[in-house]
């Protein structure tokens, strides 16, 4: 089994920044393509940032420029700074991993919530 536990969200203001950050545990090597996602009430969970399979990193295109995604291989950790922050980039934030022998399969942590406001 694999888990996941994010970390790092909270309230800021508009313009701030935040860094989220992820640790993996348990069936480490099992995982592949960690990355975030986030999500408001009553709208579909949405890609913000990822690792892909083959090691490279995949934005959306509302982080681009500002979300910025890394890791760290030794501590199983995955990162995402979030700058220039916007009242619209409020939102429960997910971390994810893909199995690797089943990409069909899809791990997620339980969030953490991110607001942004005045």
């Known amino acids: 089994q694999v888990q996941l536990v994010e970390s790092g969200g909270g309230l800021v203001q508009p313009g701030g920044s935040l860094r989220l950050s992820c640790a993996a545990s348990?069936?480490?090597?099992?995982?592949?393509?960690m990355g975030w996602y986030r999500q408001v009430p009553g709208k579909e969970r949405e890609l913000v940032a990822t690792?892909?399979?083959?090691?490279?990193?995949n934005y959306a295109d509302s982080a681009k420029g500002r979300f910025t995604i890394s890791r760290d291989n030794a501590k199983n950790t995955v990162y995402l700074q979030l700058n220039s922050l916007q009242p619209e980039d409020t939102a429960v934030y997910y971390c994810?991993?893909?199995?690797?022998?089943?990409?069909?399969?899809?791990?997620w942590g339980k969030g953490t919530l991110v607001t942004v406001s005045s």
């Open positions: 690792f892909t399979r083959g090691g490279s990193t």
């Open positions: 994810s991993a893909v199995d690797r022998l089943d990409v069909s399969r899809r791990y």
């Open positions: 348990g069936s480490i090597n099992s995982i592949d393509a």
